[in-house]
């Protein structure tokens, strides 16, 4: 048993160490200069009170991306240092980000502790390299990430940081293979405990869905499945579940081999980035002439989640509309009835019109996944999603990609109980176009604009809000541009009421209310490492069943160019094209 030191390094405040909605995300070249993931992770000690720290178990593991290894290794010994008793790690490092929320909740450790908290070692969605993304995030006990409170205390330690602590004498721990290492220090015994990076997160699946009926699904010769982990950490569990557990053949997987680099690619589960899967399913440039039935894809952290039919796009603000309307009859776990949904407020309206049908509780909040964790704590939602391929319910504290595509095989599974020998199947486009007859349409798109000048983005920003002084003016402005829109009947910037714990989040992103239903939004993006991102929503409402069938585009152009108009977006970002439209 290697015993080991407590050295006292010290050190300065970095400028910029500001956490986001989902932690600190900066270039790989950032993190590694000197004191740099030290200075931020002394910071978040310093933020936690003793008690989460001293004696503590901490989970330390992420979507493998370049910098990781390094980074969990670097973590190890500052845990150590600041009196942490043991530190769980996934194998290779890899854990999922729901994976790391359902180990925080349900795993055992073999002394019978529980995690008190986890450092989660991704930046999502964006790239990953040696120059490219990192990014690191601090969850807390209930396995969510954490709240604005410790974030900002974080932020605030930053800036005054003299000193960080380092196990001195404390090996590179292998986490290459499953077992404890014990250590000794000033504080006692030290544990490093690499685990299985499934088997918790499986388990769990296990005990919220039906997997049998899914089985039966898959099995079927009129059912064809496909699976993109896109070179993230969905690759870890897509075997165990989609193979192992639920027959599905390995053809059916597609990229699901880990990748630091991620294969080179951008890995966010979107009709952009996943091109292969795109076309595997009947659409993009390069169709597919017999594509599956059901497609999905996973971004690099495996918690946010893309789901097709064959030649057939969900978009997410349906998809969890779909789930929510649908999960009582088809998921086990909510049997009992839903306590009630949520949804992010730049998602569509979608998910309201079924909260009201079926006389559920319902919520509007910011983007922000802690937001959900706050209402699910307290018993008051059940299922949740956001526009941004995010969809999850209270089984954990985090968005969780491979839930969604469970969730989806058992709508489908419950629909075609009656059908897999040899009636018609009823598809993801049937679920879809049923469910618009019975709750009207939401046509919807969002218009991202990557990396644009941080002071441009403030001050387009500044003239929609300036805008929102006289909505007369607005409506004779946008009367000029489309004649065929309706008025705005409100606008305001989102602000929001905590019903929890009373906090009030402002300035969470600027809308447009239309007198027919329709909504535009516009956010600044605190998800990006480098210039800001704009983000515009664009959303029309169709109650009539006649007209749920128009081309998306079609049905949005109107509000699409009253949106770029009235903005000025190529006046203030140069850009006459956005770098995105999902």
Same mark, same amino acid.
């Given at each position: 048993m290697a015993n080991f030191t407590v050295k006292r390094v010290e050190s300065a405040p970095i400028e910029g160490q500001k956490p986001g909605t989902s932690g600190l995300r900066k270039k790989v070249k950032v993190f590694t200069q000197p004191h740099y993931l030290h200075n931020f992770v002394q910071s978040t000690f310093n933020a936690l009170s003793a008690e989460k720290v001293k004696g503590s178990t901490l989970v330390v593991s992420g979507d493998g991306r370049y910098y990781?290894?390094?980074?969990?290794?670097?973590?190890?010994?500052?845990?150590?240092?600041?009196?942490?008793?043991?530190?769980?790690?996934?194998?290779?490092?890899?854990?999922?980000?729901?994976?790391?929320?359902?180990?925080?909740?349900?795993?055992?450790?073999?002394?019978?502790?529980?995690?008190?908290?986890?450092?989660?070692?991704?930046?999502?969605?964006?790239?990953?390299?040696?120059?490219?993304?990192?990014?690191?995030?601090?969850?807390?006990?209930?396995?969510?990430?954490?709240?604005e409170g410790i974030t900002d205390q974080i932020y605030e330690n930053t800036k005054t940081i003299k000193e960080y602590f380092l196990a001195e004498g404390l090996p590179d721990v292998d986490i290459s293979s499953i077992g404890i290492s014990k250590f000794s220090g000033p504080d006692g015994q030290f544990d490093v405990d690499v685990f299985d990076s499934a088997s918790d997160y499986v388990k769990l699946m296990k005990s919220i869905?039906?997997?049998?009926?899914?089985?039966?699904?898959?099995?079927?010769?009129?059912?064809?499945?496909?699976?993109?982990?896109?070179?993230?950490?969905?690759?870890?569990?897509?075997?165990?579940?989609?193979?192992?557990?639920?027959g599905a053949t390995e053809s059916s997987l597609l990229n699901c081999v880990p990748k630091e680099d991620f294969g080179g690619g951008h890995p966010d589960p979107n009709l952009t980035y996943a091109k292969e899967l795109v076309s595997r399913m009947g659409l993009g440039k390069n169709p597919d002439s017999n594509p599956p039935e059901f497609g999905a894809a996973a971004d690099g952290d495996a918690d946010r989640n893309m789901v097709l039919g064959k030649r057939f796009f969900v978009t997410p603000s349906d998809s969890v509309a779909i789930i929510a309307a649908n999960a009582v009859e088809s998921i086990p776990y909510f049997s009992s009835g839903l306590k009630g949904v949520a949804r992010s407020m730049p998602t569509s309206a979608a998910l309201d019109v079924v909260a009201k049908?079926?006389?559920?509780?319902?919520?509007?909040?910011?983007?922000?996944?802690?937001?959900?964790?706050?209402?699910?704590?307290?018993?008051?939602?059940?299922?949740?999603?956001?526009?941004?391929?995010?969809?999850?319910?209270?089984?954990?504290?985090? &968005?969780?990609?491979?839930?969604? *595509?469970?969730?989806?095989? %058992?709508?489908?599974?419950?629909?075609? #109980? /009656?059908?897999?020998? =040899?009636?018609?199947?009823?598809?993801?486009e049937d679920i879809v176009k049923q469910h618009w007859a019975k709750f009207g349409r939401?046509?919807?798109?969002?218009?991202?604009?990557?990396?644009?000048?941080?002071?441009?983005?403030?001050?387009?920003?500044?003239?929609?809000?300036?805008?929102?002084?006289?909505?007369?003016?607005?409506?004779?402005?946008? &009367?000029?541009?489309?004649?065929? *829109?309706?008025?705005?009947? %409100?606008?305001?910037?989102?602000?929001? #009421? /905590?019903?929890?714990? =009373?906090?009030?989040s402002k300035n969470q992103g600027i809308r447009y209310l239309f007198e027919d239903g329709s909504r535009l939004v516009f956010r600044l993006s605190g998800t990006g490492s480098e210039g800001a991102t704009i983000r515009l929503y664009i959303e029309q409402y169709e109650k009539d069943s006649s007209k749920t069938g128009r081309d998306s585009q079609d049905a949005l152009a109107p509000l699409v160019e009253v949106a770029l108009k009235l903005s000025k977006m190529q006046e203030y970002t140069g850009r006459s094209a956005p770098t995105v439209i999902t």
């Open positions: 990781s290894k390094d980074a969990i290794q670097i973590i190890i010994k500052m845990a150590a240092a600041n009196g942490v008793k043991s530190v769980w790690v996934g194998q290779n490092g890899l854990l999922s980000t729901p994976a790391v929320s359902a180990v925080v909740r349900e795993r055992v450790g073999a002394d019978g502790s529980k995690a008190n908290g986890a450092f989660i070692l991704t930046a999502s969605h964006n790239p990953g390299g040696p120059n490219e993304d990192f990014g690191i995030k601090y969850n807390m006990g209930n396995g969510g990430p954490a709240p869905f039906d997997f049998e009926s899914m089985k039966k699904l898959i099995a079927s010769p009129q059912f064809s499945f496909c699976y993109d982990a896109l070179h993230g950490v969905a690759g870890a569990y897509a075997g165990r579940i989609f193979v192992e557990e639920l049908s079926l006389n559920l509780k319902f919520f509007e909040v910011p983007t922000g996944w802690k937001f959900f964790g706050n209402l699910m704590d307290a018993g008051l939602c059940s299922v949740c999603g956001e526009e941004s391929f995010g969809t999850g319910s209270d089984h954990i504290r985090e &968005k969780d990609g491979i839930w969604a *595509v469970l969730a989806w095989l %058992s709508i489908l599974a419950y629909k075609n #109980k /009656d059908n897999l020998n =040899g009636g018609n199947l009823v598809t993801v939401h046509y919807y798109t969002r218009y991202d604009y990557e990396n644009v000048d941080a002071g441009a983005a403030k001050e387009l920003m500044a003239h929609l809000v300036k805008l929102q002084a006289s909505l007369s003016d607005v409506n004779t402005t946008i &009367k000029g541009i489309r004649s065929d *829109v309706a008025n705005v009947a %409100s606008a305001d910037e989102f602000e929001y #009421k /905590d019903p929890v714990d =009373g906090s009030i």
